[in-house]
Each structure stands twice: as structure tokens, then as C-alpha cells.
């Protein structure tokens, strides 16, 4: 009678331990995109309302943070937020703002999100246009998700 109750006791402790593996590939982790894409979209509201010290704050800004843009070499934490600070503190308008192809991926507490930036920005009298693909890799944090990496590239016409 003791065996069989040790059994079954093994039995139940080997089944509740068993857990479903994470596909971290192929699982669509739908609550997570989700958190994503209120992220970005929250992104361009901070950029929509000129609230830089807000955009700065979905940065994960640290030794392992990088950047590629206009084909220069990589840049980390510093030049980007100064790079941001300048750039999008000098903004008067936002005339434009879409992301085309927007596509999340999310693999457990890392996510890619990628799109084809079709913005119109004025400075002043002058109107810039980007039309790039861009990358942002976000690290799910204690606060949010978090911007760690960028990478901005000119799309061909």
C-alpha cells in the first residue's frame, strides 16, 4: 500500500511538473505583441507631441545599446539620445507619421518590430521626408518595453 501511494505520489508530482516547452520561434506570444504595439504607437504620440524627455524614456539606454543609421558606423547610448534630443526637440510639425508593413515579432521578453517609415517632418519652413526601413528591437523590463537597439536604412523607390 506505501509503494503504491509513493507511485502515485511520484506519478503526480512528474505530471504537474511537466510543462508545456516555449516555442520561442514559432509561438505568436499575443499579449506581448500587443504590449508592443501600444509601446510604438505610444512612441509616436510622445513624437507627435513634441515630448522628447517622454520618447528618451522607451530607450533601454546602457553599454549594450547600438544603433546603425544613414550607413555610418555604429553608435550606442549617448549619440542616440543626443542624436533624439536634437532631431525630434526640433520638430515643429508633424505632418505625417505612418508605418507601412508594420510586422512585430516577439521571441519571450525580446521583440522585433520592423516597418517602412513614411514620415513628413517640418522644421520650421522645411519639410523632411523619410521613407526608411527601420528595426527596433525592444527587451520586455520591469518598466515596459524597452528600445535597445535601432537600425534605420534608406528604402529604395
Request: hydrophobic share 40%.
Amino acid at each position: 500500500m506505501k509503494t503504491r501511494l509513493t507511485l502515485i505520489m511520484i506519478i503526480g508530482l512528474l505530471l504537474t511538473s511537466c510543462k508545456s516547452k516555449v516555442d520561442l520561434v514559432n509561438d505568436e506570444f499575443p499579449k506581448e505583441k500587443q504590449e508592443v504595439i501600444n509601446t510604438f504607437v505610444a512612441i509616436a504620440e510622445s513624437i507627435k507631441d513634441g515630448d522628447t524627455d517622454k520618447l528618451i524614456a522607451f530607450h533601454a539606454y546602457s553599454p549594450k545599446f547600438t544603433e546603425f543609421k544613414n550607413g555610418e558606423p555604429r553608435n550606442g547610448a549617448t549619440a542616440n539620445e543626443t542624436h533624439e534630443r536634437n532631431v525630434f526637440g526640433s520638430v515643429t510639425e508633424v505632418v505625417k507619421f505612418d508605418a507601412k508593413d508594420l510586422k512585430v515579432a516577439v521571441y519571450g521578453d525580446v521583440a522585433n518590430l520592423t516597418f517602412h517609415s513614411d514620415f513628413q517632418l517640418k522644421f520650421g519652413d522645411d519639410l523632411v521626408v523619410v521613407n526608411d526601413q527601420i528595426t527596433l528591437l525592444f527587451v520586455n523590463t520591469d518598466d515596459g518595453w524597452k528600445m535597445v537597439h535601432e537600425h534605420h536604412s534608406p528604402l529604395k523607390k
